[in-house]
Structure formats: C-alpha cells, structure tokens
C-alpha cells in the first residue's frame, strides 16, 4: 500500500503506526501495587527535597556574594 502523505511530509500510514505502538504499550502497563507506589513516592520526594537544598544553598551563596558587588 502506498503511503500517503501531505505537505509536510506526514503520512498516515505513519501515524497510524505510532498510535499502534502507543495501544500496545498501555495494553502491557499495570497498576502499581502498595508497596511499589510508597517506593516511587518516596525516592521522588527524597529528589525533590535534594534539588530544592541546592538551590537553597546557591541561594545562600550568592546573596553574599551580589551584596559585595552591589554595595
């Protein structure tokens, strides 16, 4: 079968293809049980906490430091 496509070069063929894949791959997805969710949310939260300390101690950092340019 000839794809067919438009302007932009998109064919439907192709997009019918990738919307197959993405069908396929909810089809194989699950719940997470208790314990896998309590798991995630946890490692997330520690990573969440680790991004905000640094930021907070570049922030502490710099105030000093811009003072000192500043003033």
């Known amino acids: ?3 067919k496509a438009n302007a932009k070069g998109i064919s439907i063929d192709g ?3 990738t919307i197959k894949q993405y069908i396929r791959i909810l089809k194989l997805t ?4 208790n314990e896998e969710f309590i798991t995630i949310s946890k490692v997330a939260g520690a990573g969440i906490l680790l991004i905000g ?3 907070f101690i570049i922030y ?3 105030v000093p430091f811009l003072k000192m340019f500043i003033a």
């Open 1 to 3: 079968m000839a794809e």
């Open 15 to 17: 997009i019918v293809n």
């Open 30 to 33: 699950r719940k997470p049980s």
């Open 53 to 55: 300390i640094i930021g």
């Open 60 to 62: 502490l950092i710099m």
